[in-house]
């Protein structure tokens, strides 16, 4: 990859992870502050069920399906100079998303409790009907979500990446501050009213900036223009590859609903902090490297390609595999210095720290699809991550029926990473066979030296967790924190010392995107 792409994809890569990192901080406290108020029980559930679908939503049409088949087309149009068509394809997208979302949202308000009834079976008379009512308000945050996703893939496309990164931090700031003032009223509604206010804020706050790259909004839908043409053509196919991960919560959430009352959210608790690292690092490197991958594909570049792809990858795993250990090690003190306090007593605790270690075994293999995903939708190769994902989506199905006897909610948790982990194989293989030599023996060495780091790092974060436990009051919350915070510290200077020791290149390449960030324009 040239010089001047590496260091584009660095600083996206950097903004973005910083973007994503407060996010998922202030989603944290939303789910701090929700389940130190309400605890684990069937209101909660309640949320997590209804939340699942906006939520759903989000990441395909935000950060999946609508920016992965609208990138590569309007860039093109960008690329060579043709704006005028390209703004014809992106107001011919936006009008028909907003024709389908009107009717679809329409036709789900309408049967609401039979789609409910699809997703959590399980739940009691009482859980459904509140289910149904927070699952109708939260429609109005998928419309707004689905415009979103356009201003996102249309900013993206001129490699602005600030002011998406900026809607991201405001949405899950405005759910908890728009639910704590108005949860006393309306108890957990108030969250989700907070969800739709936080989706109309996030794209507010992109308005500017599509107006600054020179937004020309046309009332058309010209179906027969060729960009329009392309973008149907690849939309559903990425729909279904990138709904994997959400389709195979869906179905765990299913299951769950028959176990009994709260297993829903300390999964749903154990599956947040298992994504931190998948959302602040595998969709900020993939997000960067893909528009780069979609320009390396237009122009033919191969050997660029491959080298874009398998940095990426190679750096998601750098950084995720140890965040995995890490988490394993310190997945009790993790969830009690987050959430145990006020309703969430110390059997929430247990029971959701049973499903993270399960959920954390898949850690790689969600972070690592984000970029091979886009790999094939660069090539503009649909039909592949489909295959892909209909395997794997029947290999969790399988295995969940299979687990959920012996391990209870943790073999919902087992089958879902384990899934994961398929799928990632699964692209790396059909993607050798669909363009040869893919920087394989380069990935798996750099996977093994990682792995090594990342055990010899945890057993250390172990022993200092194990350390702290025995000398400090752990009834203190200030000392439940210190232990994690400590532990992580020790853990990140350990593993980058052990790193260097082996002469990983990855740690470099870590270094410069998170750096990128901080670092002063000369």
């Given amino acids: 990859m040239a010089e001047s792409q590496q260091k584009g994809v660095f600083k996206a890569a950097g903004l973005l992870m910083v973007a994503m990192f407060l996010s998922r901080i202030f989603g944290y406290v939303r789910d701090v502050v929700i389940?130190?108020?309400?605890?684990?029980?069937?209101?909660?559930?309640?949320?997590?069920?209804?939340?699942?679908?906006?939520?759903?939503?989000?990441?395909?049409?935000?950060?999946?399906?609508?920016?992965?088949?609208?990138?590569?087309?309007?860039?093109?149009?960008?690329?060579?100079?043709?704006?005028?068509?390209?703004?014809?394809?992106?107001?011919?997208?936006?009008?028909?998303?907003?024709i389908l979302m009107t009717i679809g949202i329409?036709?789900?308000?309408?049967?609401?409790?039979?789609?409910?009834?699809?997703?959590?079976?399980?739940?009691?008379?009482?859980?459904?009907?509140?289910?149904?009512?927070?699952?109708?308000?939260?429609?109005?945050?998928?419309?707004?979500?689905?415009?979103?996703g356009i201003s996102q893939g249309i900013l993206h496309s001129y490699k602005h990446f600030f002011s998406p990164a900026l809607g991201s931090v405001l949405y899950n700031f405005s759910i908890v501050i728009v639910g704590v003032l108005l949860s006393k009223r309306f108890s957990i509604m108030g969250f989700s009213i907070g969800v739709v206010f936080g989706a109309f804020l996030s794209l507010a706050v992109q308005i500017p900036a599509l107006i600054k790259v020179g937004l020309k909004y046309k009332p058309v839908i010209d179906l027969k223009h060729p960009g329009v043409k392309k973008i149907l053509a690849l939309i559903l196919p990425v729909l279904i590859g990138l709904s994997v991960t959400h389709v195979n919560l869906f179905i765990n959430q299913n299951l769950a609903s028959s176990l009994p009352s709260g297993m829903i959210s300390a999964m749903r608790a154990a599956q947040r902090i298992m994504q931190l690292p998948v959302g602040i690092f595998g969709v900020a490197v993939a997000v960067a490297v893909f528009p780069t991958l979609t320009g390396q594909a237009a122009n033919k570049q191969t050997k660029e390609f491959k080298d874009t792809m398998s940095l990426g990858v190679r750096t998601i795993i750098f950084i995720t595999l140890p965040s995995a250990v890490g988490i394993i090690a310190l997945r009790m003190p993790i969830v009690r210095a987050m959430f145990e306090q006020g309703q969430f007593t110390e059997a929430n605790t247990i029971a959701t720290t049973y499903a993270l270690f399960f959920y954390s075994?898949?850690?790689?293999?969600?972070?690592?699809?984000?970029?091979?995903?886009?790999?094939?939708?660069?090539?503009?190769?649909?039909?592949?991550?489909?295959?892909?994902?209909?395997?794997?989506?029947?290999?969790?199905i399988v295995l969940n029926f299979i687990l959920i006897k012996p391990l209870a909610h943790g073999g919902l948790a087992l089958a879902y990473s384990i899934a994961g982990l398929v799928n990632m194989i699964l692209l790396l293989y059909l993607l050798r066979v669909k363009i040869g030599k893919i920087d394989g023996t380069k990935m798996l060495v750099s996977f093994m030296k990682t792995l090594i780091a990342s055990l010899f790092m945890g057993l250390i974060v172990y022993l200092a967790s194990i350390f702290m436990e025995h000398s400090l009051d752990m009834s203190l919350k200030l000392n439940q924190i210190l232990q994690v915070l400590i532990s992580i510290g020790i853990g990140t200077i350990v593993y980058i010392i052990v790193a260097n020791l082996m002469k990983m290149e990855e740690a470099n390449m870590a270094s410069k995107i998170i750096m990128k960030r901080f670092k002063k324009k000369r």
């Fill in 106 to 148: 329409t036709i789900g308000i309408i049967f609401t409790p039979q789609l409910i009834n699809i997703l959590v079976p399980g739940f009691d008379a009482k859980g459904l009907a509140y289910t149904v009512l927070l699952t109708r308000i939260m429609f109005a945050q998928s419309f707004i979500m689905a415009l979103n």
């Fill in 361 to 396: 075994l898949g850690l790689i293999g969600y972070s690592a699809q984000q970029v091979l995903n886009r790999v094939f939708y660069a090539i503009q190769d649909t039909k592949t991550p489909v295959i892909a994902g209909i395997i794997t989506i029947l290999v969790n």
């Fill in 35 to 98: 389940y130190t108020k309400f605890g684990q029980n069937y209101l909660t559930d309640a949320y997590n069920a209804a939340f699942s679908i906006p939520d759903f939503l989000y990441y395909l049409l935000v950060g999946g399906a609508l920016s992965s088949a609208f990138i590569p087309v309007f860039s093109s149009y960008i690329a060579t100079k043709r704006e005028e068509d390209g703004w014809i394809v992106a107001s011919t997208v936006f009008n028909l998303v907003l």
